[in-house]
């Protein structure tokens, strides 16, 4: 399903965007202007779709509707065509039937189509099978055992307890990262075992 969100910062910045998988709800973007020192207050759910050329219809108009390359509510560079472009320098991705290149737009060559090359969808189309599921690999206890490990971490950030670097980011609104990044620094981690 890919769905076009509206997510709404704690300084009453908004953020549209495409998101396909299921952290939808806690994806917080990906522009340059969505800094880790936004906290993530709210998503919604304007258009939902399976259909990317309807898609990209729908991303443009709410593009336009809003205006958020310019409107300085918005922290958008760029409108929202859910062609999988570069987000940061403003480029977009167009092709020519055999690759994919970058350009802003009005500076692509006249054989040129917006859109990737379906050569960057071969990966996840060969690790599906014929009935469109993912194809599923038992994990190996060694696996399992570094999994549960991994789980069995307690962290403290800023004074509060979280039972995972996950919870601690998604509560806080903040990326793993940032949350790596100061535990490092504070070096506050403790096993639960």
């Given at each position: 399903m890919i769905r076009l969100?509206?997510?709404?910062?704690?300084?009453?910045?908004?953020?549209?965007?495409?998101?396909?998988l299921d952290d939808y709800m806690t994806y917080r973007g990906s522009g340059v202007n969505v800094t880790d020192d936004l906290i993530l207050v709210g998503t919604e759910i304007l258009f939902e779709t399976e259909d990317k050329e309807e898609f990209k219809r729908v991303g443009r108009y709410y593009s336009e509707l809003f205006d958020v390359e310019k409107s300085s509510e918005?922290?958008?560079?760029?409108?929202?065509?859910?062609d999988g472009g570069d987000t940061k320098s403003g480029t977009k991705a167009y092709n020519n039937g055999s690759r994919t290149g970058f350009f802003v737009e009005g500076t692509q060559p006249d054989e040129w189509e917006l859109g990737r090359h379906d050569k960057h969808n071969f990966s996840r189309a060969k690790q599906k099978d014929k009935n469109n599921k993912r194809k599923y690999t038992p994990l190996s206890e060694e696996t399992k055992n570094k999994i549960s490990d991994a789980h069995s971490i307690e962290i403290q950030y800023k004074g509060v307890t979280y039972t995972s670097v996950t919870e601690a980011a998604r509560i806080n609104g903040c990326g793993k990262t940032k949350i790596y990044n100061w535990i490092k620094k504070n070096d506050y981690t403790q096993k639960n075992r």
């Open positions: 969100l509206i997510k709404t910062f704690d300084n009453d910045k908004k953020y549209l965007c495409k998101r396909e918005w922290l958008n560079i760029r409108n929202e065509d859910g």
